[in-house]
């Protein structure tokens, strides 16, 4: 046959799944500039670590730094939402990932030169906490726009996939070896240049229409309309026991968990198992490589009959193991325990997003979808700032315990407290209940 014969186009329907999304290039770009982000994301969090130790911190000093990235996180996150609803998502992510990339990079300058203090990176924190605070939502908002429907599933899938793959393991290992060969601030500029990197490929996509067509009957001032929609949210999630209920055990759960695992745990690997930035991405790679496999385990079969159950289960007895972090000195037992922490996070996680996108009515969602984000992390900055004095108070070991048995009560007490285990039974989410979110709402 002639090289010049004309091929035979490769029909969708002829792909996995998982691929006919990449035969769009804007979604192309946009994963590309994803992975880049994540990347430096993940190189972050291991070289921020390091160079909090080569300041001579510790427990406290890490947790100010944690502190400042949650609570721009938390401050930003509903506006972020706003944003993306009234601007042109891709100029948001352009922004952000501008602002990313210079912060990080005026924190490279300032370490390689012997300039950088504690302050410096708590700054430096706030300001990647409010960036990330507008670029999700602005993400959400985009995909629809470059995607059909049936496609949004699938796309929503390979980002849970690359989160833990790229930023809790690929990102640790190559930052844990910029450390050993040469420092915290040249990984600081490797970060940068990843940012960078993810800037210009989201400049190389065309602008994308906004989709909200949102009018108001009456003209109203924008802060009155911003006031009135989360309002709306707001009511809506008070009056919906299994939302409200979840929501309130997941802030609950953020509280006692998160603190030790992003401030206790660099100093567990490197006080109890004498490990150093590669025990440390590995650890944070066991999580990473758990939640990708509860991701893929609960994608590939049905929704449980009992999933608020479940999924709440998943998420309190999935901590237990972190109470053997603070007792052992074995490196492989902090990573098996990581592992599994991470695989029944994901796999809570994975329902959780079903289960908004089937039991929310779709005026709603956007709005749930944001105070789920913000509710659940509201208490994220306070976790942050007790963990270090509490665990140089009453040590690593009593720390992890509570961080490991406290959220099985917590995640029984929510079922009970809010009937999740007859709401669940009264809410079928099969087949026949495709619009049980439209009924809720009716209902509401």
Not at 6 to 15: E, F, G, M
Not at 24 to 33: C, D, K, P, V
Not at 281 to 306: E, K, Q, T, Y
Not at 355 to 363: E, F, G, K, W
Request: proline share 7%; glycine share 10%.
């Amino acid at each position: 046959m002639s090289d010049d014969a004309p091929k035979t186009p490769v029909r969708p329907s002829r792909l996995p799944r998982a691929a006919r999304p990449f035969l769009e290039s804007q979604y192309r770009i946009l994963m590309g500039a994803l992975t880049l982000s994540l990347f430096g994301a993940g190189m972050w969090l291991v070289a921020v670590v390091w160079q909090v130790i080569e300041l001579d911190g510790g427990p406290i000093e890490l947790s100010i730094v944690a502190t400042g990235s949650a609570v721009g996180l938390v401050a930003a996150v509903l506006f972020g939402g706003v944003a993306a609803d009234r601007i042109p998502q891709r100029r948001i992510m352009v922004a952000v990932e501008a602002t990313k990339t210079a912060s990080i990079a005026t924190g490279a300058v300032l370490a390689l030169t012997g300039t950088l203090e504690i302050w410096h990176l708590a700054l430096i924190s706030f300001v990647l906490g409010v960036a990330d605070g507008f670029f999700y939502p602005a993400y959400s908002a985009l995909l629809p726009g470059i995607l059909p429907a049936d496609q949004l599933l699938v796309a929503n899938g390979v980002e849970g996939m690359l989160r833990p793959v790229i930023m809790q393991a690929a990102g640790p290992a190559v930052a844990s070896a910029a450390i050993s060969a040469f420092s915290p601030g040249l990984t600081f500029a490797l970060v940068a240049s990843s940012q960078l990197l993810a800037v210009i490929g989201l400049s190389l996509m065309k602008p994308t229409p906004l989709r909200s067509t949102r009018g108001e009957a009456v003209p109203q001032h924008p802060v009155m309309l911003v006031l009135k929609d989360m309002r709306d949210g707001f009511v809506y999630m008070v009056k919906t026991p299994w939302l409200l209920g979840t929501l309130v055990f997941a802030c609950l759960l953020i509280l006692v968990i998160m603190g030790p695992i992003e401030v206790l745990l660099p100093f567990a690997v490197k006080d109890q198992a004498n490990g150093g930035p590669e025990g440390f991405a590995l650890a944070l790679a066991a999580f990473g490589i758990g939640g990708a496999a509860g991701s893929m385990l609960v994608a590939s079969v049905r929704l449980p009959r009992r999933y608020l159950t479940i999924m709440n289960l998943a998420w309190g007895v999935g901590c237990l193991p972190l109470a053997i972090i603070g007792y052992t000195s074995q490196l492989w037992l902090m990573v098996i325990a990581l592992f599994i922490v991470g695989f029944t996070f994901s796999a809570g996680s994975v329902i959780w997003g079903t289960l908004l996108q089937r039991r929310v009515p779709a005026a709603l969602l956007g709005r749930v979808s944001s105070l789920d984000f913000f509710v659940s992390l509201a208490l994220m900055p306070i976790s942050m700032a007790i963990a270090g004095p509490i665990g140089l108070a009453i040590g690593l070991g009593p720390a992890f315990l509570i961080a490991g048995v406290i959220p099985t009560f917590l995640a029984i007490g929510a079922i009970l407290l809010f009937r999740m285990h007859r709401d669940e039974l009264e809410h079928p989410l099969d087949a026949s209940t495709e619009h049980a979110g439209q009924a809720e709402a009716a209902a509401s």
